[in-house]
């Protein structure tokens, strides 16, 4: 049963300090998106890529925000230095690009607190 | 830009049908979807509507009328685990070849009691 992972799932730190999560895509999906989730925001775009091509990070704060993906396995997502107001529950989706179609495979997401 | 609105909540009784609605704002885009999520849980995908029409997959459905900028998410037979956040969503015509960005609504509280 193919499905994306994330790592950590839960991430308790302190003002300042360097946060990376990661994201392992579902085998054969090309695309990778990195959503963010709030009570206020809703769920909210970050950054995606095709191919490993970063194609829109748009929704990211670049100067404390960063996105990659070293390799078709391993997707990152790294916040340097953090602040309180990047609590959220940060998701990890994939899929295949098809025509038109918009089907996405979340991960079960990694709780971030910022103290 | 895109918009999607939401109703925030609904309740309905276990059994009944409930009707989640969605309208948007947007100069054009490739197809509607709609994702579920229960608390604490990850969105799960449901349904995407390409074309106007309904869409059914067993007992949910979802329909799509672009010439009413409008959507809507079908549950039937409602049972207590449908009790979860309902987002609808969409596609924006690609800034970049082979963009795939999607537009999600502040999504719906599904309410079903007993």
């Known amino acids: 049963d193919a499905r994306v992972t994330q790592t950590p799932r839960d991430k308790v730190t302190e003002m300042g300090q360097e946060v990376t999560m990661r994201c392992q895509p579902i085998l054969g999906h090309n695309t990778v998106f990195w959503y963010r989730q709030t009570m206020m925001q809703g769920l909210e775009l970050l950054a995606y890529?095709?191919?490993?091509?970063?194609?829109?990070d748009s929704g990211m704060p670049k100067d404390r925000f960063s996105a990659e993906m070293p390799d078709a396995t391993l997707a990152t997502l790294k916040i340097q230095p953090s602040e309180p107001r990047d609590s959220a529950v940060y998701f990890c989706?994939?899929?295949?690009?098809?025509?038109?179609?918009?089907?996405?495979?979340f991960g079960p997401g990694t709780r971030l607190t910022v103290l | 830009g895109q918009s999607l609105e939401q109703p925030s909540e609904v309740t309905a009784v276990e059994g009944a049908i409930v009707q989640i609605n969605c309208t948007y704002q947007t100069s054009g885009f490739y197809g509607l979807s709609w994702y579920q999520q229960h608390d604490g849980g990850a969105p799960t995908f449901l349904s995407y509507n390409a074309l106007d029409g309904l869409e059914e997959t067993g007992r949910f459905s979802s329909f799509l009328s672009r010439s009413d900028s409008y959507g809507y998410l079908l549950l039937q037979e409602l049972q207590m685990k449908d009790s979860a956040s309902y987002f609808c969503a969409l596609r924006p015509p690609a800034l970049k070849a082979g963009g795939f960005k999607t537009i999600f609504g502040a999504g719906t509280r599904l309410f079903v009691k007993a």
């Open positions: 890529f095709r191919n490993r091509a970063p194609l829109d």
């Open positions: 989706a994939s899929g295949r690009t098809s025509g038109a179609y918009n089907e996405q495979f």
